[in-house]
């Protein structure tokens, strides 16, 4: 195993080498589940750490093709350990590799869906880490925005879906940016930690090709009224809250 890591559940039946560098949080399990992919559907999540959504997506929706791209060596590696820990090798393929570069994986825009956890802070925004793993995990020095659109604008098929998560105060980035490369903003929901409380987090789909006519979810509340996860939130979490609950007992 590599070092400084641990493996992590993720179902029953999956689980996942994170490190303190890489790892996952509510923000992946939240666009895995909205991304959903279909049954039939060739799919990639760009920048996958440590895989995770690949492993969500083949245990909860099997599509037809699942490929993570991964810049990081650490994170790369510790993809593919999961992937073969798993023995998803003939389902989830991981591709070391530069989103600004995604054609020479995928040299066709064959692609039905793009996923996207990108770092949340602009270069300059916020304090500033010393560890170059943790730094571009976390601002925008090898994946902007604007990197997201062009590689989703490069793979996806018309029609096709590019789904991210970001932090709201860059909202009409993604959109301005979205619509600059043919994506149309499709559907949009907003996450609140609890009632009464400001959006933390925005979940964005946009069509390449699409039509313009934008769709506004209901807000997910993370927590009800006691303070304990909400019913969506449980049912979001499947197993993995199951798993978790379990070790506390």
């Not at 010393?130 to 995990?137: G, K, L, V």
């Amino acid at each position: 195993m590599l070092e400084n890591t641990h493996w992590e559940p993720l179902s029953k039946t999956c689980k996942v080498l994170v490190s303190r560098e890489h790892r996952f949080n509510t923000d992946t399990i939240l666009l895995a589940h909205f991304a959903a992919p279909r049954h039939k559907e060739r799919c990639v999540d760009l920048g996958t750490g440590c895989g995770t959504i690949p492993l969500l997506w083949h245990i909860r929706y099997a599509p037809k093709a699942i490929t993570g791209v991964e810049l990081g060596e650490q994170a790369a590696a510790q993809a593919e350990a999961s992937v073969k820990e798993n023995h998803f090798e003939e389902h989830i393929s991981i591709r070391r590799g530069d989103i600004r570069s995604i054609r020479e994986i995928f040299p066709e825009p064959e692609l039905d869906l793009v996923a996207c956890n990108p770092p949340y802070k602009a270069v300059g925004a916020g304090l500033r880490n010393e560890d170059t793993r943790m730094e571009n995990a976390r601002h925008e020095c090898t994946c902007t925005l604007e990197d997201v659109a062009a590689a989703a604008k490069a793979v996806l098929r018309f029609g096709g879906r590019l789904c991210i998560c970001q932090r709201p105060e860059r909202l009409t980035d993604a959109m301005d940016l979205f619509r600059a490369y043919g994506l149309e903003p499709k559907k949009l929901r907003l996450v609140q930690q609890r009632q009464n409380s400001a959006p933390m987090l925005f979940l964005l789909e946009a069509r390449r090709g699409g039509k313009p006519g934008l769709q506004i979810l209901p807000t997910l509340l993370i927590e009800d009224e006691n303070g304990a996860f909400s019913e969506e939130m449980l049912e979001i979490y499947g197993d993995y809250k199951t798993d978790h609950e379990e070790e506390k007992a």
